[in-house]
């Protein structure tokens, strides 16, 4: 099995595509092939003591779930799935796709739903990333040391930094998850 689980949600494909990028750049034993949260258990999840995840915002700054609209379920519904479990002694790196010029006053919103939730579940999540670069209004996606909780990309109106943007923030949680620098 490999070192890392990489989960995702997506409607459009975007966050599956990001997803790809990631896997594209490890071997097999250490980053697990990205799966979409609608086709996994629960256990399949708590399989990884190291995880990278990533959502969409949908919505009005929601998860990516039916009652936002998207073809199938997915976040929305995996959630309740761990309600109960715990993460102590796991490492989430999380990011998140928005868009900040349609809805700049919820961008990347749903990322800090994920952040909550796992962070009040016991688990150390890393990955935090600084908020110059983009235009918007409000995130609930900001942490208390004012950076965003995981990497922001926005695919609808920056695609051409997601690379770069991607390649920074993997050499910055390389350490922690024994990723090649
Ligand atoms: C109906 C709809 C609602 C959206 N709501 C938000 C939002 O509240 N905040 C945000 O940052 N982006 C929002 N977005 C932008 C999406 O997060 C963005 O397009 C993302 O790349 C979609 O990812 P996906 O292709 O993986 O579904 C919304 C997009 C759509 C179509």
């Given amino acids: 099995m490999a070192k890392i689980g990489l989960f995702f949600g997506s409607n459009t494909g975007k966050t599956r595509k990001v997803a790809k990028m990631i896997k594209k750049k490890y071997d097999d034993e250490l980053v697990a092939a990205p799966l979409n949260v609608n086709r996994i258990s629960a256990e399949d999840f708590m399989a990884y003591e190291y995880l990278i995840i990533g959502t969409p915002t949908l919505g009005e700054g929601e998860l990516p779930g039916l009652s ?22 796991k490492t989430i790196a999380i ?15 749903a990322m800090g739903e994920l952040h909550e939730f796992f962070t009040e579940r016991g688990a150390k999540v890393i990955g935090a990333w600084p908020t110059e670069g983009y235009e918007f209004e409000h995130s609930e ?41």
């Fill in 95 to 109: 990011y998140g796709l928005g868009d900040q010029v349609g809805y700049p006053d919820e961008f990347l919103d």
């Fill in 68 to 89: 936002s609209d998207c073809d199938a379920e997915s976040w929305e519904e995996f959630l309740p799935k761990l309600e109960d479990a715990s993460f102590d002694g």
């Fill in 141 to 181: 996606a900001i942490g208390e040391d004012g950076k965003f909780v995981g990497l922001a990309l926005d695919l609808d109106n920056q695609s051409g930094m997601t690379e770069e943007r991607l390649n920074v923030w993997l050499s910055m949680i390389a350490g922690e998850f024994g990723l090649p620098a």
